[in-house]
């Protein structure tokens, strides 16, 4: 029994917490980190805009101090529409595993976010371990 709490303990991600935890592409879209569930992030998108947002949840992505962190995969879509003036739940998960206590990261939109094609130019989520 010990040595079974060890290895979960060993192997369960970390959870962050929002430092900065909304940001604004102005008459475009907006993103709020609502909730962190363990190594799950719960953002609301909104759509700023007068055409249709989507979101390719597989083009968030996380900067850490050692490169890129891409999602893991879950969930049922990984591509929304978002209609004019609507807002979509988007939920990404992350491996912390290599980050430390008190580190800070970047949670990315810049990818994901497409109107007409074109990627929205957005500000990062901040985060940081705890």
Not at 52 to 65: E, G, I, N, S
């Amino acid at each position: 029994m010990k040595y079974l709490m060890l290895f979960l303990v060993g192997c369960a991600s970390a959870a962050v917490a929002p430092v900065k935890g909304m940001v604004v592409s102005p008459s475009q879209a907006r993103v709020e980190l609502r909730q962190v569930d363990s190594d799950v992030l719960k953002f609301m998108v909104y759509n700023d805009s007068a055409e249709t947002l989507v979101v390719d949840r597989d083009k968030v992505y996380a900067r850490t101090h050692k490169g890129d962190l891409r999602r893991i995969p879950g969930g049922w879509a990984s591509v929304y529409d978002i209609p004019a003036g609507g807002s979509h739940a988007v939920y990404v998960r992350f491996d912390w595993g290599d980050t430390k206590t008190a580190e800070q990261s970047e949670v990315r939109f810049d990818k994901a976010l497409t109107i007409r094609g074109n990627g929205i130019a957005i500000e990062a989520i901040t985060v940081v371990r705890q």
